[in-house]
């Protein structure tokens, strides 16, 4: 008789623990308004660099700038992950910051929203990948974006 009580409250304390461990992992403690469970992300839309990104509209071959400057570079932001294995730390040029915000003041210090002379916007692959389709297109729309802030556009 005592062993089967110390099975079965064995048994009981063991299911416990793991439907508490388990209703620990649903939850996520990530800050990052890019990440989290799904609740978190519901309705926001992330591009991840496929096709899916919409060609800029153009006024007679310029850019139309669809968002303001931050919002665009936020855009960008979201689908650079393959640039901050290096340029994030050790590659120079070091452009890739923690936030969007602080990766924009530096994208901008080094000329980067000038795309006719913009070492990020004519990068080929080097040893890392050159930029996709949908980057440039996000790029294009950023650059507008902050040349429509600054008054040179739009």
């Known amino acids: 008789m005592v062993v089967r009580r110390v099975t079965v ?11 508490a461990s388990l209703a620990g992992a649903t939850g996520c403690a990530d800050t990052d308004p890019n990440y989290g469970p799904p609740q978190a992300i519901k309705g926001r839309e992330i591009d991840f660099g496929g096709a899916s990104t919409p060609a800029p509209t ?5 850019v139309v700038p669809t968002k303001s400057a931050p ?6 932001f ?3 992950a393959t640039c901050s294995g290096c340029h994030g730390a050790t590659a120079v040029p070091v452009f890739m910051k923690a936030t969007s915000e602080q990766t924009r003041a530096e994208f901008l210090k080094e000329g980067y ?3 006719t002379s913009s070492a990020f916007y004519l990068k ?3 040893s890392g990948p050159e930029l996709t389709p949908a980057q440039k297109t996000l790029t294009q729309l950023w650059s507008a974006a902050e040349a429509k802030s600054k008054g040179d556009g739009g």
Do not use: Y
Request: no cysteine; glycine share 10%.
């Open 9 to 19: 409250l064995f048994v009981l304390l063991t299911a416990s623990a793991g439907l």
């Open 58 to 62: 153009t006024d007679g071959g310029a």
């Open 71 to 76: 919002d665009a570079f936020a855009d960008l």
């Open 78 to 80: 979201a689908t650079l």
């Open 113 to 115: 929203d000038t795309l």
């Open 124 to 126: 080929k692959q080097h």
